[in-house]
């Protein structure tokens, strides 16, 4: 682009006439010419007067000028004035004439007459001639409006997510992959009682009872190696050490790589939903004593009456060693049956904790049979049992899964109106898990009533003869024994309940 009817080469910074030019170098200013005017940005060339000596295709096009209305013009006749104040340029431009840096790294916006805004960042950058004097200065405009414009965006959609983050009502926290807490919302500091500067740069599982504090950090790592992992329940303890029942659920956060950088977790708090579980329990356990205690009152009365009956041949005959001897035995022998029975029907009834400790299925089961036997009995019911001799212990409560194990031997009852049988079988299962399966020979389940049976509230009892609860409460005692409880039947034919527990 010729500069005043004459060609400036900008490494050089001397004007000649073009006729001056060897060939060489017009070709090459030509080439300076192209490259200026076909550049992004937009360019101006200033000398010490102020005055444009040189305005690339990209700024007319910007500003809609023509190129003899911008050559030889003045800084105040090209840019408006709001823009030469702001920006101070005409004090900029002598700045870098004076002192032959060059100045950048700002931002201003300018509007052309019927556009709209746009923002430029902006630089001042020194020409110099062949004696390195600042023989001109360059304003490199480059347009922004479309990153500003994204850059907006994205702190408008940051701001939402640290909004939504924030106003959730469960834990919300971040970490990168090696456990390590980066963020840690405010629902998280108002149940866990921690605040973010006691969390970040510390470890989740240290927030764990020391019990699961491994089973946390294993967890972790497995996530870590991207391993999707189901959703788990795992205690913390708050600030005032009070134990916090969480449901977790955990996601990855990759790069554009995929690569993992790190780890989300969302942790719903049960606590409330744990003590309405186990009021409930408590409720159906009560409902379920009301139901065993007629059985319970025949089976006590048994040797009661033996002892009653022993007591009076004691009486009648005070002398005979013999017979007080096989008296006293008929008594004893009497009064521990029926303690037995009480103890296990006051344990049964007893508010359970919920700690899970080593036990044997087996032994769970047949006390359970001890509570229930005479009811079993009194309705012509079989009990066939078929337990393998050699399970080993699992981790769970005692008192709830007697509490799921009655459930299921009351509900084969009531299927088996008429009588049959029910069996009872004990066996491992993929050397990880403990099956306990109980079968009946009633009615059965209606196919259509399958996917509701363990809805609370759902029965197919007569009013009054059925609360709905108990496999709503059996399933919701399996899930929190991490196990699984699933049913298959035939309309007629009898159902079967399988319920698979973990091994310790």
């Known amino acids: 682009m010729a500069i005043f009817g004459k060609t400036k080469s900008p490494i050089i910074g001397v004007s000649r006439p073009e006729q001056e030019l060897s060939a060489s170098e017009q070709k090459y200013q030509y080439l300076c010419d192209m490259v200026l005017s076909s550049i992004p940005s937009s360019i101006l060339m200033f000398d010490k007067g102020l005055k444009v000596i040189f305005a690339n295709k990209n700024f007319l096009e910007k500003s809609r000028q023509r190129e003899r209305e911008t050559i030889g013009k003045k800084i105040d006749e090209v840019l408006p004035t709001v823009i030469l104040n702001y920006t101070l340029l005409p004090e900029r431009i002598k700045e870098v004439f004076e002192s032959g840096r060059g100045y950048g790294g700002r931002r201003m916006t300018y509007r052309s007459p019927g556009l709209p805004s746009r923002v430029y960042y902006y630089s001042l950058v020194p020409l110099k001639d062949t004696s390195d004097q600042t023989d001109s200065v360059m304003l490199l405009m480059d347009d922004i409006t479309e990153q500003v414009r994204l850059g907006e965006e994205v702190r408008r959609a940051e701001r939402h997510l640290a ?52 089973e946390m950090e294993s967890t972790i790592k497995d996530l870590s190696i991207g391993r999707r992992v189901k959703q788990v329940e795992m205690n913390m303890i708050s600030k005032g050490k009070k134990e916090i029942y969480l449901s977790w659920i955990f996601s990855h956060m990759r790069d554009d790589d995929g690569k993992i950088i790190g780890i989300v977790g969302i942790g719903r708090d049960l606590t409330e939903r744990r003590e309405l579980e186990a009021q409930l329990i408590q409720s159906a356990k009560l409902a379920s004593v009301g139901v065993l205690a007629g059985g319970i009152a025949h089976e006590i009365r048994n040797p009661l009456g033996v002892c009653s009956s022993a007591a009076q041949i004691l009486l009648e005959s005070p002398y005979d060693k013999k017979l007080q001897k096989e008296c006293s035995e008929k008594i004893y022998s009497g009064i521990g049956r029926a303690s037995y029975i009480i103890e296990n029907l006051l344990r049964f009834a007893r508010p359970s904790e919920g700690r899970l400790e080593p036990i044997k299925v087996n032994d769970v089961i047949d006390e359970t049979i001890t509570l ?86 759902f029965t197919t009892m007569p009013v009054g003869k059925g609360t709905g609860l108990g496999l709503s409460i059996s399933y919701s005692i399996i899930i929190q024994h991490n196990g699984s409880i699933n049913v298959r039947s035939t309309s007629g034919k009898g159902s079967t309940f399988v319920i698979k527990l973990p091994l310790k």
């Open 163 to 214: 909004s939504v983050v924030e106003s959730a009502s469960d834990i919300v926290v971040s970490m990168k992959p090696d456990g390590t807490i980066l963020t840690w919302n405010s629902a998280a500091e108002r149940i866990s009682g921690f605040t973010n500067r006691d969390t970040v740069g510390k470890y989740l599982s240290g927030f764990c009872p020391k019990e699961r504090k491994k």
């Open 372 to 457: 229930i036997a005479e009811q079993i009995k009194l309705q012509r019911i079989m009990i066939e049992k078929k337990l393998s001799s050699d399970l080993p212990f699992i981790e769970g409560n005692s008192n709830l899964l007697k509490q799921v194990f009655l459930n299921m031997m009351l509900n084969a009852a009531n299927a088996m109106e008429d009588g049959g049988t029910l069996t009872i079988k004990t066996e491992i299962f993929s050397s990880k898990d403990v099956n306990i399966t109980f079968s009946d020979t009633g009615c059965g389940i209606p196919k259509e009533n399958l996917d509701k049976i363990f809805d609370p509230f």
